[in-house]
């Protein structure tokens, strides 16, 4: 546990893992109180208070998460929470709920406008910016088509439409398969204007029913001059559409040339961790700091240009079923590359997240290397370390 001084206000960070937003809170001098449904020795050590607000499987429970925000609001100097992954289906509720903290981020309105299809797409259309075509019943023919969820996140919400029932999608949309780079750019916006942090390459793969699912990002990535700045156009034009302020990022495909949006999300992105490692002299305060300094204040900051650095940030995957060791736990938590680190004791599932790496190296190429390498090691210390492996479940992938 790392309590600050005690004239600090309290912020509380909530999401599936709060961990990055704990971190950067913490460096920004705020008290943090963490909520999320890992409770990782990294996130404890830094957050003096933490909450379980886990339900089944890897997914936030509702009423966890209400009676957990209504505790926080008794803190002193409470100044609101701030949220992550996973919160997207009760963003309207937790915006307008009472005995809640203030809630620091994009109402339901901005985060309507961006999340919801029909709108997004529309605005998209009318301001003249490319997506891949979006269809709202399944099409004819859906070889290089896509089902996704809008409320999902992490790739999760993402499969391939001749792999489903067109009529047990729910509440989903149908986008042709865009061909190119999976990249993000993280942005904060005010008052209509947004000034981009970076551009990022988004790094998945494939896993069962998920073609895309999420696995981490290597950044800042450099662009074209005249690239980055259609971009960053873009976003400046959705911004001032829709009045999104704080932390929000972009997805969107990159073809030579050529860039097609997929999603905004609303919210910080777990990307924060790239910019803050690769230059942390650009972010002194960290970028929470900067994103509660634009909702609460409509300031925003002045964006330096980037070091030659870059990181990359990696979602290591249980290979097989595994309660973790004190050894495999301790290894983790004394390795400067090892995030999100479990607890001695905790079970881990085939396919469930073990912990996330970062690096940061002089190159694009140079990140890509490092993170195999320390994939590797981090298997090993796996196999050598973790008590009762059940080799008999693998994570096919």
């Given at each position: ?14 999401g599936l893992s709060a961990r990055m937003l704990v971190q950067s809170a913490h460096r920004a001098g705020f008290n943090v109180a963490a909520l999320d449904i890992f409770g ?218 050529r860039f097609e949006v997929l999603e905004i999300n609303a919210r910080p992105s777990s990307t924060i961790t790239l910019y803050e490692t690769a230059s942390p002299g650009a ?47 301790q290894a983790c938590f004394t390795d400067s590359a090892c995030h999100d680190v479990p607890h001695p004791g905790m079970r881990i599932g085939a396919g469930e997240p073990v ?43």
């Open positions: 546990m790392s309590a600050r001084s005690t004239h600090a206000p309290f912020i509380a960070t909530v990782d020795r990294d996130t404890r050590s830094l957050a003096p208070l933490w909450f379980d607000i886990g339900g089944g499987g890897l997914s936030i429970d509702r009423q966890r998460l209400v009676d957990a925000l209504e505790r926080t609001a008794r803190l002193p100097r409470m100044l609101g929470f701030v949220v992550g992954s996973g919160l997207e289906p009760l963003i309207q509720e937790l915006c307008s709920a009472s005995r809640l903290p203030r809630f620091i981020g994009n109402g339901a309105a901005a985060t309507a406008a961006v999340r919801e299809p029909r709108r997004f797409f529309a605005l998209l259309d009318r301001i003249g910016i490319a997506h891949p075509e979006v269809a709202f019943t399944p099409p004819a023919d859906t070889s290089g088509w896509l089902v996704k969820r809008a409320n999902g996140c992490g790739g999760t919400h993402i499969e391939v439409l001749s792999r489903s029932d067109p009529s047990a999608v729910g509440e989903a949309y149908f986008q042709r398969r865009a061909q190119g780079r999976s990249m993000s750019a993280l942005f904060i916006a005010a008052r209509g204007e947004a000034r981009v942090i970076g551009f990022a390459e988004q790094l998945s793969m494939a896993a069962g029913n998920f073609p895309y699912l999420h696995t981490g990002s290597i950044g800042p990535v450099d662009l074209p001059h005249e690239l980055k700045n259609q971009i960053t156009e873009s976003i400046g034009a959705i911004t001032a559409e829709t009045q999104l302020v704080g932390l929000n990022s972009i997805d969107f495909m990159l073809d030579r040339e972010w002194p305060r960290g970028l929470i700091a900067c994103h509660i300094d634009a909702c609460l204040d409509g300031s925003l900051p002045s964006v330096a240009s980037p070091g030659s650095r870059k990181s990359g940030q990696r979602v290591l995957f249980a290979p097989y079923d595994f309660t973790v060791s004190q050894t495999l736990s912990c996330t790496l970062v690096v940061t190296q002089a190159s694009e190429s140079a990140v890509r290397d490092e993170l195999e390498r320390r994939e590797t090691l981090l298997l090993q210390r796996i196999e050598t370390c973790c008590e009762d492996a059940d080799v008999v479940t693998p994570f096919s992938v």
